[in-house]
C-alpha cells in the first residue's frame, strides 16, 4: 500500500509522506513548484515568474494577507491515468467483481460525537452518523467516504481516497495550509481533471465531486467562507489517450504488476519514493526526507517568509511546533471551509493525526 497505517505516524516526525498515491504526490509537487518559483524570484537576479505575481500591500486584508497570488490568466488540469480511488472508482470497482450485485449490508455507523459549541442544534443522543469506508469494502454503499485501500490483513490506515481528497480541494483550492500562507487561494482553483474515457464513469463523478451529488450542502456554505476561498467546481472530461504504461496498454505476457515505488518530477528536481521516504533510505530516517514531504515544505517556507519580509509571516512559520503553524489565526479562514466541507459533503471523515507536534531548527 501506499500511505502509512495510523499507527505508524506519531514515528514520521514530518520527515514521511503520510500518502503517496499518485494524484497526491501530483499536488504536493504542485505547492513544493510553487515554493520553489517563489524563492527563485526572490534571489538575485529575481527574475520574474510566468506563475505568479505579487499583491500590492494595500490589496492585501486581514482576512486575505497573502503577499501572492496565482495570476489570473494560469488554468489548472490534472491527468490521471486511472479514476481516483474512493467513490469515483466504486462502479468500476464493482464491474470487476464475479458477482457485481450490490451488497444488502448496511454501511458501518458510529455514535455522533458531542455537540460542539458552534453547533445550532444538538443531536439526538442515539444519533448515528456515517464514518469512513475501508478501502474497498462494502462497494456498493456509494457516496461515501473512503480510507486508502489496502491489504485486508494489513495495519489500518485513515489517509482518505484520492476521491475525497479532490473533492475537498474544490474548497480549500490545491493549496496546502503553509503554501496558502504565501499565496493567495482565489485562483489556485483545479479547472479540469482529465481521466481515460475507460476510466471515467460519469454517474460516479457527479456523484463524488458535484454540487448535483453529494456536496450539495457543502456548496450551501461558500458564500460565508473569507479569505479567497469560495467553491469551486472543476469539470471532469474523458479522453482517448491512454498512460503509455497502463493496465489496459501493457499486453498480457508483460505481466504487468502495482510497484511500491512512486516518482515525482518537477521541472526543478524529481525524486523516487518507497515506503514514504527516498528511495535507499531507511523509513523515518531525517535523511529520506522528501522535498515535498510536511518538514520540507516547512522549511522552504520560512526561506520564502524570511525573503518577503512580511514580520508577521515570519512569525507564524517559526512557531515551536507544526500543530502551532496549522492551528495559528492566520488559517483561520482556511480551517473554516475544511470544517464546513467535512461536516457536510464528506461526512464521515475522520482526521488522521498523530504527526503533527514536530519543529524546526531554525538557523542551525
Not at 461515501?144 to 485486508?152: D, E, G, L, T, Y
Not at 456554505?221 to 471532469?236: D, H, I, L, Q, T
Not at 527516498?278 to 522552504?300: H, T
Request: proline share 8%.
Amino acid at each position: 500500500m501506499k500511505c502509512l497505517p495510523s499507527n505508524k505516524l506519531p514515528l514520521a516526525h514530518g520527515n514521511a509522506l503520510h500518502d503517496w498515491h499518485a494524484e497526491v504526490l501530483a499536488i504536493r509537487a504542485f505547492n513544493r513548484f510553487l515554493l520553489d518559483e517563489l524563492l527563485l524570484t526572490l534571489t538575485a537576479p529575481q527574475p520574474n515568474s510566468s506563475y505568479l505575481q505579487e499583491i500590492p500591500s494595500s490589496k492585501r486584508t486581514s482576512s486575505a494577507p497573502q503577499p501572492f497570488t496565482l495570476r489570473d490568466d494560469i488554468r489548472i488540469y490534472m491527468y490521471c491515468s486511472e479514476a481516483p480511488c474512493g467513490d469515483a472508482s466504486m462502479e468500476l470497482t464493482m464491474a470487476l467483481q464475479d458477482d457485481a450485485t450490490p451488497w444488502t449490508t448496511p454501511a458501518p455507523t458510529v455514535s455522533a460525537a458531542p455537540t460542539s459549541a458552534i453547533t445550532s442544534l444538538p443531536q439526538a443522543p442515539n444519533t448515528q452518523v456515517p464514518t469512513a469506508l475501508r478501502g474497498r469494502t462494502h462497494f456498493s454503499h456509494l457516496g461515501a467516504v473512503r480510507c486508502k485501500p489496502s491489504r485486508p490483513d494489513a495495519p489500518p490506515t485513515l489517509s482518505k481516497s484520492c476521491t475525497d481528497k479532490l473533492a475537498l480541494h474544490q474548497a480549500t483550492s490545491l493549496l496546502s495550509s503553509l503554501t496558502s500562507l504565501l499565496i493567495s487561494p482565489r485562483n489556485a482553483y483545479l479547472h479540469s481533471l482529465v481521466l481515460p474515457a475507460s476510466q471515467h464513469v460519469p454517474a460516479a463523478c457527479t456523484r463524488a465531486f458535484s454540487a448535483a451529488g453529494r456536496m450539495a450542502p457543502a456548496v450551501e456554505k461558500a458564500p460565508a467562507w473569507e479569505g479567497g476561498y469560495r467553491w469551486s467546481a472543476f469539470s471532469v472530461v474523458g479522453t482517448t489517450r491512454e498512460f503509455v504504461w497502463s493496465r489496459r496498454m501493457v499486453p498480457p505476457a508483460a505481466r504487468a504488476a502495482s510497484s511500491n515505488l512512486s516518482a515525482v518530477w518537477t521541472p526543478a528536481w524529481q525524486e523516487t519514493v518507497i515506503g514514504g521516504v527516498l528511495q535507499g533510505r531507511k523509513q523515518f530516517d531525517p535523511r529520506g526526507a522528501s522535498r515535498i514531504c510536511r518538514r520540507g515544505m516547512w522549511e522552504v517556507a520560512v526561506r520564502v517568509a524570511a525573503g518577503v519580509g512580511v514580520s508577521a509571516l515570519c512569525e507564524v512559520l517559526g512557531k515551536k511546533e507544526y500543530r502551532d503553524v496549522k492551528e495559528g489565526d492566520v488559517l483561520g479562514a482556511r480551517r473554516r471551509v475544511k470544517e464546513d466541507v467535512k461536516k457536510v459533503g464528506l461526512s464521515g471523515w475522520v482526521e488522521n493525526r498523530g504527526d503533527d507536534g514536530f519543529g524546526l531548527r531554525i538557523g542551525e
